[in-house]
């Protein structure tokens, strides 16, 4: 009774919770069903029949908002009271088209609104609605094609971006080009540099402390001195540092001047 009853709920409402497959509940409702006399026999099973109303989503020329793919963002386009949803990041091609469908010349003419984002990128939320709003959603769509192809650290990416101020998708882009220079000790409470100093250690291959010196090593001037030689940081999401071939300026000359929200504490 509970399958016949999780059946029915799975079809009719589209989900059903995932521990739900002894629940005396749905075998009430697959008791009831069976007993009230609707089912009609065919050669596949019993067939019910609803009298819910159909709903027309597609009007045939605007599709209706589906997200058929993987995606990082999702943005309406309005236009004279039609939408179309995209999930970036998309082509050119399927942008224009969407525009097309809309009935406008060009994507400036239409309402761009941020929906939603993937839950795997929720931290960024804030930030890809500023590129929309400041960029337009070409800017957001490039950023979004970043997301989608590479593997991305995204809790060192923020890190990195606390620590520059950056805010363009541009300059965010470089910094996702060069995540892999910078090295992020997480979960590390604030000026913990005798906790820095004890996880470059670790992580060294050409520093080792002898045991019988460890209790007399100084490990938070050892911390403080790789935060000024490698351009350390203490962020929100840990503590950020250069670990690259060259210095912290490579990635900084790289960026494109924000003027006053570009920041780089400590250096």
Same mark, same amino acid.
């Given at each position: ?8 709920? !799975? $079809?009719?409402?589209? #989900? ?14 697959? %008791?009831? @069903?069976?007993?009230?006399? %609707? ?6 099973? !019993? ?7 159909? /709903? ?5 020329? *605007? ?10 963002? $999702?943005?309406? @386009? ?22 097309? %469908? ?6 400036? /003419? #239409?309402? #761009? ?9 929720? %931290? ?15 800017? !957001? ?24 101020? *950056?805010? &363009? ?14 090295? @992020? ?24 402390? &002898?045991?019988? @010196? ?16 490698? &351009?350390?940081?203490?962020?929100? #999401? ?6 690259? $071939? /060259? ?5 900084? $000359? ?14």
């Amino acid at each position: 009774m509970a399958k016949v009853g999780r059946a029915y709920t !799975l $079809n009719t409402e589209g #989900c059903v919770p995932a521990d739900s497959r002894y629940d005396a509940k749905y075998a009430e409702i697959g %008791r009831q @069903l069976l007993g009230s006399g %609707r089912g009609i026999f065919t050669e596949h099973g !019993l067939l019910f029949v609803e009298s819910k109303p159909m /709903d027309e989503v597609y009007d045939g020329r *605007v599709l209706p908002g589906f997200a058929y793919k993987d995606f990082i963002v $999702n943005v309406d @386009l309005t236009y004279k009271g039609r939408y179309e949803s995209l999930f970036l990041p998309e082509s050119r091609l399927a942008i224009d088209k969407a525009v097309r %469908r809309l009935g406008a010349e060009t994507i400036e /003419d #239409c309402d #761009c609104t941020y929906e939603y984002e993937n839950p795997n990128y929720g %931290r960024f939320a804030v930030k890809f609605e500023d590129i929309l709003e400041n960029e337009g959603i070409e800017g !957001l769509n490039a950023l979004a094609y970043q997301f989608y192809t590479y593997d991305i650290d995204t809790r060192k990416l923020d890190a990195a971006i606390e620590m520059t101020g *950056v805010t &363009s998708s541009k300059n965010i882009i470089t910094l996702i080009e060069h995540l892999d220079d910078l090295e @992020l000790i997480p979960d590390i409470d604030r000026n913990d540099f005798a906790g820095v100093g004890r996880y470059y250690l670790d992580q060294s291959n050409d520093l080792e402390i &002898s045991p019988d @010196l460890e209790d007399f090593f100084n490990y938070e001037e050892f911390g403080e001195y790789i935060a000024e030689e490698y &351009s350390g940081q203490f962020t929100s #999401c840990g503590f950020l540092y250069y670990d690259g $071939n /060259d210095s912290m300026s490579e990635i900084v $000359n790289a960026l494109d001047d924000e003027g006053s929200a570009m920041t780089m504490g400590g250096m």
